[in-house]
C-alpha cells in the first residue's frame, strides 16, 4: 500500500546529542512536511518542500535542518537537541495546491524523548 | 498569528448524539480542511472544502464554509465511540505559499458508549 512510513517511531537522544529523524514516501508526491507537535497541541510547520524547493518557517530554530536527497525521502536533523524540543514529529505529503490536490498524508510520527 | 481557531476546545457527547465543532480564521483562504488525529497517531485527511463551495459532505460528515465570516464547521452525525480523536481544521493562506496550511488548536471529542 502507498504510504508515508516515518523511523524511528520512538527515539530517545541525550541533551545535545544529535538525532536524525527519517521519512519516506511511496505516493510520489511533490509536497513533504515536517511538523513538531507537543502534546494537546497543533502540529507546528518546520518546512516544507516542494520537490527540492526548500521553504523554512520564520519561527523554526536554527537547531533544525532538513534535507531532501530525493522525491521519496526526507530527513529532520536536529542538532543539539534540548528539553524542550520533546515533542512528536510527524512528516506528511501531498500533491500540492498546483496539482488541485492540497491533501496532505499523515506518516504515524516519531515520537522524541530527551533526557 | 494564528490562522485557525476551533471551537470548542473540548466536546463529550453520548453515542448517536451529532457533534459540532467550529473553525475560524483571519485571512483569505483558497480552501479550508478538516483531519481527525486519533491519541498518538498521525493526523488523518476528513474533508476538504474550496473558497468558493458552501456545503460538502462525505458520509457522515457535513462541512459548511462561510467566507463572509471567515468561519467553518464540521457536523458528524450519529456519532460513535470510534469518533473519540481530536479534530483540526487547517487552513492554507493567499498570502503565502499555496501549500502551507496553519492548523489550528484543535476540538477534543470524546463519544461516550
Known amino acids: 500500500d502507498a504510504m508515508v512510513i516515518q523511523n524511528p517511531r520512538y527515539q530517545v537522544t541525550q541533551f545535545g546529542k544529535p538525532v536524525t529523524l527519517s521519512c519516506s514516501q511511496t505516493?510520489?508526491?511533490?509536497?513533504m512536511y515536517w511538523y513538531q507537535q507537543k502534546s494537546s497541541q497543533a502540529p507546528k510547520l518546520l518546512f516544507h518542500?516542494?520537490?527540492?524547493?526548500?521553504?523554512n518557517e520564520a519561527d523554526t530554530p536554527d537547531n533544525f535542518q532538513s534535507r531532501r536527497p530525493n522525491t521519496s525521502f526526507c530527513f529532520l536533523d536536529i542538532r543539539s537537541p534540548g528539553l524542550g524540543d520533546a515533542a512528536m514529529y510527524l512528516c506528511?505529503?501531498?500533491?500540492?495546491?498546483?496539482?488541485?490536490?492540497?491533501?496532505?498524508?499523515f506518516g504515524p510520527g516519531t515520537r522524541l524523548t530527551v533526557l | 498569528s494564528q490562522q485557525g481557531e476551533e471551537d470548542p476546545q473540548a466536546l463529550s457527547i453520548q453515542e448517536g448524539e451529532n457533534a459540532t465543532m467550529n473553525c475560524s480564521y483571519k485571512?483569505?483562504?483558497?480552501?479550508l480542511q478538516w483531519y481527525r488525529q486519533n491519541s498518538g497517531r498521525g493526523l488523518v485527511h476528513l474533508i476538504l472544502?474550496?473558497?468558493?463551495?458552501r456545503e460538502k459532505h462525505s458520509g457522515r460528515l457535513r462541512v459548511t464554509l462561510d467566507t463572509s465570516k471567515k468561519s467553518s464547521s464540521l457536523l458528524i452525525t450519529a456519532s460513535r465511540a470510534a469518533d473519540t480523536a481530536s479534530y483540526f481544521c487547517?487552513?492554507?493562506?493567499?498570502?503565502?505559499?499555496?501549500?502551507?496550511?496553519?492548523f489550528g488548536p484543535g476540538t477534543s471529542l470524546s463519544v461516550i458508549p
Open positions: 506528511a505529503t501531498s500533491r500540492g495546491w498546483v496539482a488541485g490536490e492540497p491533501e496532505q498524508f
Open positions: 505516493l510520489n508526491h511533490n509536497v
Open positions: 518542500y516542494y520537490d527540492k524547493d526548500f521553504n
Open positions: 485571512t483569505s483562504i483558497n480552501n
Open positions: 472544502i474550496r473558497s468558493n463551495e
Open positions: 487547517a487552513t492554507d493562506s493567499m498570502k503565502t505559499s499555496y501549500d502551507k496550511v496553519i
